[in-house]
């Protein structure tokens, strides 16, 4: 498959001139490398590193892949198997009903917990408060201030599926119970060393290297809040090494792939993530719906972030694209590019 790199070139561009995008990047690559295309902007390129955001929930999954492997864990495992019964009192109250005991990983994975987002739904619901202080938050004071606002629905109900980075927060805290490891030696052992990735890390102390973030035309420098989102969006990449874990995410490298044969339910998520659906722990994005005037074909599976990051996969053409376009103003627009990306190249 030959890259359509006018195209690309001016898909990328239409993006880049809008004026609150002060950098980005764009790899794309075929499975075995030998098809390449990047493009960069305002001094960006494949080597520079970017907060990859919620991406960081492939580098979760997989630690949740490896471990269901090793007989470690299951995701039929309620919660309560791993937390203490004070950290899930009254976690997931429903219509006067507690579901918190009934709560499993796989609620989590998929997303239908019907758990609420605390920083992005809580009091403190605007993301410009959230970045004007930089503070740590505890997974313990994260936990508090979910219990604090009422879940979506019942886990499990109907195919309801509704995001929120608490549900992959647990699952962190979760891996570090089941290694009795910190996270970031997780994912070292697991992906880092056996990818060879040398440029990528979960930051963890002051001396780790973590880049602004654009917020309209304000770069926010936010080690704090970044560090206390470890599980679900902590992580610090290239697109480069980025690249190499997305298709050893795809392509059974780290896990065994048939992983995505037994769990291949999928459920559209609310209405303002439009046009993704999520599965087991990874977005799906129908090419076929109302999204490209039912124009497309197959799907894109992957993942974005809240600040312009992408790493998506697209098996009808056998198309990775990853990249970043560094602004949190509008977060549906590194889905929008990359859709855009896989429509152009419709033979």
Do not use: W
Request: net charge positive; hydrophobic share 35%; proline share 4%.
């Amino acid at each position: 498959m030959e890259i359509p790199r006018q195209k690309f070139q001016n898909i990328f561009e239409k993006v880049t001139k809008k004026k609150q995008i002060h950098e980005s990047v764009l790899l794309v690559e075929n499975s075995n490398g030998d098809v390449s295309y990047s493009i960069g902007y305002g001094g960006k390129n494949v080597d520079t590193p970017f907060l990859i955001a919620s991406i960081t929930k492939l580098l979760t999954t997989t630690c949740i892949f490896i471990l269901r492997e090793q007989g470690k864990l299951s995701l039929n495992d309620a919660l309560t198997k791993y937390l203490k019964e004070d950290t899930l009192k009254n976690l997931h109250v429903y219509k006067g009903q507690d579901y918190s005991n009934r709560l499993t990983l796989s609620n989590l994975l998929f997303h239908t917990s019907g758990l609420r987002d605390a920083i992005e739904e809580g009091s403190n619901k605007s993301k410009l408060r959230a970045l004007s202080n930089d503070v740590y938050i505890e997974f313990d004071e994260t936990i508090t201030k979910t219990k604090e606002i009422k879940p979506h629905f019942a886990p499990d109900m109907g195919k309801r599926a509704h995001y929120a980075n608490i549900n992959f927060d647990i699952l962190g805290e979760i891996i570090e119970i089941v290694t009795n490891s910190p996270l970031e030696d997780v994912y070292r052992q697991l992906i880092f060393d056996p990818l060879e990735l040398k440029n990528t890390y979960l930051p963890t102390n002051e001396d780790d290297f973590i880049p602004k973030v654009y917020y309209k035309d304000t770069a926010y420098s936010r080690p704090q809040l970044i560090r206390s989102i470890r599980a679900s969006g902590g992580c610090v990449s290239t697109a480069r090494e980025l690249m190499v874990f997305i298709k050893a995410f795809f392509k059974g490298k780290l896990f065994n792939s048939t992983v995505f044969h037994e769990l291949k339910v999928n459920n559209r998520l609310q209405a303002s993530m439009f046009p993704i659906h999520y599965g087991a722990g990874y977005m799906r994005i129908p090419l076929n719906g109302l999204a490209t005037l039912f124009a497309g074909k197959g799907e894109l599976i992957g993942h974005s972030g809240s600040t312009g990051s992408l790493a998506f996969y697209y098996p009808e053409k056998d198309m990775f694209f990853v990249g970043d376009v560094n602004q949190m103003e509008n977060p549906a627009t590194p889905i929008q590019q990359v859709i855009r990306l896989a429509m152009s190249m419709k033979s």
